[in-house]
């Protein structure tokens, strides 16, 4: 199998030579639950090159219902070796690392990357994530999720030190509104890759009301 066979309806979309820049593309995804294996599974089998996982998370059986990457014969292993293979059986053009370990000892590495997206549960650790991304000039993708309600943002010049960094745990979620946002992660990111036109810096807030309509705000985030 050829990567024109493999990526053909996206080398029809935007042609081999956008297609071949994004095998050179390096990105980290910090949290493989369910933002995290969904935005691996979309950008790994669109052909970005070079996908870092950091999770020091196992799997249990509560996360299965919403993180799709995991079955139930993965309980008990780690998620981000999980979610590496299995971006690996998908798409044989791909470069994955786990990495095993919280986002402090990760950041330690001083890797280099072209976009960071966040898919942790976790606010002070997204302030760490926004501190990395500033000191090394690199852009990232925020994104929350909980109950019926989503939270994403591209940040470049913006700063995420706007938001309350409280150690909030997130209460119940369903399954589909996971999967929305990471697909909304997942868009923004692979379009910025692709070098087409991105909106930065503007956060959006999206919700079904109770009618069960989709809502979706955006609100312009204060520069750093």
Not at 49 to 55: A, K, L, R, S
Not at 142 to 167: H, K, W
Request: net charge negative; hydrophobic share 40%; glycine share 8%.
């Amino acid at each position: 199998m050829t990567k024109q066979q493999y990526f053909n309806r996206q080398i029809q979309l935007w042609g081999e030579d956008t297609q071949e820049s994004l095998q050179d593309k390096r990105i980290a995804i910090i949290g493989s639950g369910g933002l995290g294996c969904s935005l691996a599974l979309a950008l790994g089998s669109s052909g970005v090159g070079y996908i870092d996982i950091v999770d020091f998370d196992t799997v249990s059986a509560h996360n299965i219902h919403r993180q799709i990457a995991f079955t139930l014969a993965d309980e008990g292993k780690n998620k981000a070796e999980v979610t590496v293979n299995l971006i690996h059986s998908k798409n044989p053009f791909v470069e994955g690392r786990a990495f095993d370990m919280a986002f402090d000892e990760f950041k330690a590495f001083g890797y280099e990357y072209d976009l960071i997206l966040d898919a942790t549960d976790n606010l002070p650790v997204r302030g760490e994530i926004n501190k990395f991304a500033k000191a090394s000039g690199t852009p990232w993708v925020y994104g929350s999720v909980e109950e019926f309600n989503a939270q994403v943002c591209f940040f470049d010049e913006a700063d995420f030190e706007v938001f309350n960094m409280s150690d909030h745990k997130p209460a119940g979620i369903t399954a589909p509104i996971v999967m929305h946002t990471a697909s909304l992660q997942a868009n923004l990111a692979l379009r910025y890759l692709a070098g087409m036109s991105v909106v930065k810096d503007k956060l959006y807030y999206l919700y079904f009301d109770k009618s069960g309509e989709l809502i979706t705000q955006k609100f312009g985030m204060p520069k750093a």
